[in-house]
């Protein structure tokens, strides 16, 4: 594992935001989900494809709050340009299980 600096580790903006709605992403190559994801006034709504379909059901995930790296430049996955990274963890099985705030956090806030 490579040591990192605190200033390194402060370049990553690290937000929660809540799920606003989820649905299928049909043309990704690995099952995925496209989320639209709000991170309050500052940042807004921003987009992400997310393979997350082994532990999560589109419907369960809207109202959610996540914790995505907002500050990564915008990649085009497929049809879809994605604007924040939401993060997870590989279970036992390699599944994503997402990395979730134990309770409610204002839309925005940073990791820190």
Do not use: W
């Amino acid at each position: 594992m490579e040591t990192i600096s605190f200033d390194d580790f402060l370049k990553v903006e690290l937000r929660v935001g809540r799920v606003l709605s989820a649905e299928p992403f049909a043309q990704a190559r690995k099952p995925a989900y496209v989320l639209h994801v709000d991170f309050g006034p500052e940042l807004g709504v921003r987009k992400s494809s997310a393979q997350i379909t082994a532990h999560y059901r589109p419907e369960d995930l809207v109202g959610r709050l996540v914790v995505a790296v907002v500050n990564f430049p915008d990649k085009q996955i497929g049809p879809l340009m994605s604007e924040c990274l939401v993060t997870g963890f590989h279970d036992a099985d390699g599944a994503v299980a997402l990395c979730v705030p134990d309770r409610d956090i204002p839309l925005g806030a940073r990791l820190l």
